[in-house]
């Protein structure tokens, strides 16, 4: 059995329950700590439940750690591989885990031993309270890998980590980025109101560029190996990152947006792409501790 303390700092750590889509999560995190240059760390949570835990029952349970930490030894020799099994819920080991972790790695559908368990009932709570970046792999299993890291902007301070994030990820992963930002005005009716907007919409328009492009300025001279793009969208952020990342090879997002209430600590646009985007999405806490 491991210990609490087995987990290395700064590690990746993905959650693994023998599943398929725990695999999928293995696969993923095992390129990202290569990627990262990090030690990867299996965690397996057993739940707490109502039976008592023998001795006997743990080490069966244990043996699903120990499968995936042989599986990413194989999948990539040179990676220092750690495992654990703890009796907790999925959820709260992982933030646990998250708080000495320089990444987490789950997957969207959730970690759980019933095939009735809710959709995202360990994903979100796992994105909304980790201390760290939370990777989150697509219950689809596929995505295309050749495309853009894809990162939603939003044009306030809750969103730098998030592009600091972005930018490092296109570069180590050698893709262009494709920084989005959708802005919403509900015109009046014009027949109400007597007048045209379509020249107020412009304005808008073109005042929301000038405000991303500053964003953008300093990353791009730290990464002048990024080759970056700027889309702007008049529609629904949620919406709209979740049919760029269609083609995107990851998606990454803060976990507040523009007008989060204090104390919302997982954002309606990041909650909604948790279930809806087509491709793996991180979800970087809003905080100045990842600015890269």
Not at 2 to 14: E, K
Not at 126 to 150: D, I, K, M, Y
Not at 185 to 192: G, H, I
């Amino acid at each position: 059995m491991g210990r609490l303390d087995a987990q290395p700092r700064h590690a990746v750590v993905v959650g693994v329950d023998g599943s398929a889509a725990g695999h999928r999560a293995l696969g993923v995190a095992v390129e990202q700590a290569h990627r990262l240059g990090r030690p990867l760390h299996a965690l397996h949570a057993t739940g707490v439940g109502i039976v008592p835990w023998t001795t006997q029952r743990l080490e069966a349970q244990d043996r699903i750690a120990d499968a995936a930490a042989r599986k990413a030894r194989e999948a990539d020799p040179s990676l220092a591989v750690t495992r654990e099994t703890v009796v907790a819920e999925p959820a709260a080991a992982l933030v646990a885990a998250s708080e000495t972790a320089d990444l987490v790695v789950v997957d969207a559908g959730g970690l759980g031993r019933a095939s009735g368990l809710l959709l995202g009932a360990t994903s979100r709570p796992v994105a909304a309270h980790a201390h760290c970046p939370v990777l989150l792999t697509p219950h689809t299993g596929e995505w295309n890998e050749h495309g853009p890291v894809v990162v939603g902007v939003d044009a306030s301070e809750h969103s730098v980590p998030a592009i600091a994030w972005a930018f490092a990820e296109a570069s180590s992963r050698e893709a262009p980025l494709l920084a989005v930002h959708t802005w919403w005005w509900e015109e009046p009716d014009p027949f109400l109101s007597g007048r045209d907007w379509e020249g107020e919409w412009r304005d808008v328009a073109e005042s929301q560029r000038l405000e991303v492009a500053e964003m953008l300025a300093g990353w791009q001279e730290k990464y002048p190996d990024v080759q970056v793009a700027t889309t702007l969208v008049r529609g629904h952020a949620a919406t709209v990152l979740a049919e760029e990342s269609r083609d995107g090879q990851l998606l990454v997002v803060g976990s507040r947006g523009r007008g989060g209430f204090k104390g919302l600590l997982l954002g309606s646009v990041s909650a909604s792409l948790i279930t809806h985007a087509r491709c793996p999405v991180t979800v970087v806490p809003s905080t100045s501790r990842y600015l890269g």
